[in-house]
């Protein structure tokens, strides 16, 4: 393996006069250092509260200490590296909660491929969604935090032997969200040359009404109109009652969304618009089989639920009735395609339709944790190929080593070979 290079906890953006929900503007000082450290976990990560999903992926991201000023973000290149491509990666943790600090996201192993990694925070959950103020225009301050991160690595990105002209965003989940937002907005035109979408949220922007009726509820919840002074432990508690509402079956948990606006607009998750109006040159999507395991299979009414209550779903959605071999199993095969995989087929066919190259996978190994099977964020360690660093993730208790190395061989290989332009021939995952 090439000897990697580390850059960790430089800053690329801050809040002007610290106002808590302000727009943020560039960094002050040469290539934005003066934040570095030593180690990946020391790097802050955005205000939030412990991940609904850790009883799969563990506590690792809980190490990381936490700031209201975290704009930052880690480099990792292989030594001596000169105008490599370069592969941004935007987190998920359903617009709640994570960060491109945690050590789940080292790019050592990803940057030894030949190409440099860049991770980086931006804002989650109430911090980032909450729109106080009597402003017309709801803001998206995630979008405008990852659009200066670009700016950064278009300016800075070639002093850590990166190429500005050769840069691939991907994003799971929330970020592939934030991803495919980008890629069809203008305002990051040049700043990408390809995208890669890692099961992608599809849900579409929150409604203005509803984006301001949950502000205030935590404005009636805090008793701070301007919630600018609310202790931070009051502020992440009240923005999750504000969102406390019976899971529908068959329905992702609620969770902070982006506002419809100018990022958001409502043709979004439109198949042939988002295409047409892409300005990515190249597109790579992934799903894994079974996304919504990670959400269902530790909910006693989804592992509860009958043969009726599915197919009485899928007549609902006007979905064919899935198969499996289970309620359980046929639940989740119709629940991964309505909400991840239905859209990016949709999107990969539109993206073929205009000659667009487009890459669409699927990952397919299975957690040995009861229920998971092959869901959402599982595909996460093999891709950075960093198991000891996923420790106490219950999903991959039982993985043998072995087996871990030949998967996560692939999907590195996979995803570097993206990145660096070159055409993927399909090859299969040793069995």
């Known amino acids: 393996m090439n000897r990697v290079i580390a850059s960790f906890g430089l800053r690329y953006a801050e809040l002007p006069g610290g106002e808590r929900f302000a727009a943020p503007v560039r960094a002050r000082g040469p290539a934005g250092d003066r934040d570095r450290v030593r180690r990946l976990v020391d790097v802050p990560v955005f205000p939030q509260l412990p991940s609904r999903l850790s009883a799969a992926m563990g506590t690792e991201l809980e190490r990381n200490p936490q700031s209201e000023d975290a704009f930052l973000l880690n480099v990792w290149a292989p030594e001596g590296a000169r105008d490599l491509p370069v592969l941004v990666y935007l987190h998920g943790g359903a617009w709640a909660t994570g960060g491109g600090s945690a050590a789940w996201y080292d790019g050592s192993v990803l940057a030894a491929r030949g190409i440099v990694v860049v991770t980086v925070n931006y804002r989650v959950g109430p911090l980032a969604h909450l729109q106080p103020g009597d402003t017309e225009v709801l803001h998206n301050r995630p979008v405008e935090d990852l659009l200066l991160a670009l700016d950064w690595v278009q300016e800075n990105i070639s002093s850590y032997g990166g190429d500005p002209l050769e840069v691939t965003v991907a994003g799971h989940s929330a970020?592939?969200?934030?991803?495919?937002?980008?890629?069809?907005?203008?305002?990051?035109r040049g700043l990408l040359r390809r995208v890669a979408h890692l099961s992608m949220g599809t849900e579409p922007g929150r409604s203005p009404e509803l984006a301001r009726a949950i502000t205030a509820r935590v404005q009636e919840l805090t008793g701070d109109a301007s919630l600018q002074r609310v202790p931070l432990d009051q502020l992440l508690a009240?923005?999750?009652?504000?969102?406390?509402?019976?899971?529908?079956?068959?329905?992702?948990?609620?969770?902070?969304?982006?506002?419809?606006?100018?990022?958001?607009?409502?043709?979004?998750?439109?198949p042939q618009v988002a295409a047409a109006s892409c300005h990515a040159e190249a597109v790579y999507l992934r799903t894994t089989a079974d996304e919504t395991g990670i959400f269902s299979f530790a909910d006693p009414a989804d592992r509860a639920v009958t043969d009726a209550q599915v197919d009485g779903l899928a007549d609902q959605w006007g979905a064919p009735p899935p198969?499996?071999?289970?309620?359980?199993?046929?639940?989740?095969?119709?629940?991964?395609?309505?909400?991840?995989?239905?859209?990016?087929?949709?999107?990969a066919a539109a993206h073929a339709a205009l000659a667009r190259p487009v890459?669409?996978?699927?990952?397919?190994?299975?957690?040995?944790?009861?229920?998971?099977?092959?869901?959402?964020?599982f595909d996460l360690p093999f891709q950075f190929g960093n198991r000891p660093?996923?420790?106490?993730?219950?999903?991959l208790e039982g993985v043998h080593p072995v087996r871990f190395a030949e998967v996560s061989a692939h999907w590195?290989?996979?995803?570097?070979?993206?990145?660096?332009?070159?055409?993927?021939?399909?090859?299969?995952i040793p069995h």
Not at 181 to 187: D, E, G, M, Q, T
Not at 323 to 346: D, K, M, N, Q
Not at 412 to 428: E, I, M, R, T, Y
């Open 389 to 395: 660093l996923w420790g106490d993730a219950p999903m």
């Open 359 to 377: 890459q669409l996978e699927l990952f397919e190994e299975r957690s040995p944790l009861e229920g998971l099977g092959s869901a959402h964020c």
């Open 175 to 188: 970020g592939g969200w934030y991803g495919h937002a980008l890629s069809v907005h203008p305002a990051a």
């Open 238 to 270: 009240a923005g999750r009652a504000a969102l406390a509402v019976d899971r529908p079956l068959g329905e992702l948990p609620r969770s902070y969304l982006p506002a419809e606006g100018e990022f958001a607009a409502p043709d979004l998750f439109d």
């Open 323 to 347: 198969a499996g071999a289970t309620p359980y199993e046929r639940l989740v095969s119709l629940t991964t395609r309505r909400h991840f995989s239905g859209f990016a087929g949709e999107l």
């Open 412 to 428: 590195v290989q996979n995803l570097a070979d993206f990145v660096s332009g070159h055409p993927v021939p399909k090859k299969s």
